[in-house]
């Protein structure tokens, strides 16, 4: 179910800033929406996939928004706020992400992939 992705990169991330990032809408392998009302949603970001913990960035996700299995009007999505000091721990370069469903006999990654971090000269 796991789908790839980039957070991040082309001046969308950088060191020092605020940022809300979104998971969603969910789908399953076959591409039909999903409700993720209810689950327990962690964003985590590693240096790299095989880095022993503790990871950069553990964060839990709420869940907001309107399910609906018409595309057209879902806003479900599962998003974390990372604040200026979260990010003020990264130097330029790319990381490893993961949303990962983890209710206990569900454990799923939603989605994975680079995390581009860029430094400015205001960061």
Do not use: H
């Amino acid at each position: 179910m796991g789908v790839a992705g980039t957070i991040g990169g082309e001046g969308a991330l950088f060191v020092g800033e605020d940022k809300v990032l979104i998971c969603g809408p969910v789908t399953d392998k076959d591409g039909t929406l999903v409700n993720i009302a209810g689950w327990s949603i962690l964003f985590v970001v590693r240096k790299k996939d095989a880095t022993a913990d503790p990871a950069l960035l553990s964060l839990s996700a709420t869940v907001t928004g309107f399910f609906s299995l018409d595309p057209l009007l879902n806003t479900q999505v599962a998003s974390v706020t990372v604040d200026d000091v979260d990010m003020d721990q990264f130097k330029a370069g790319t990381y490893r992400f993961s949303w990962k469903r983890t209710d206990a006999g569900f454990e799923t990654i939603l989605s994975y992939g680079d995390f581009v971090v860029e430094k400015a000269t205001a960061s």
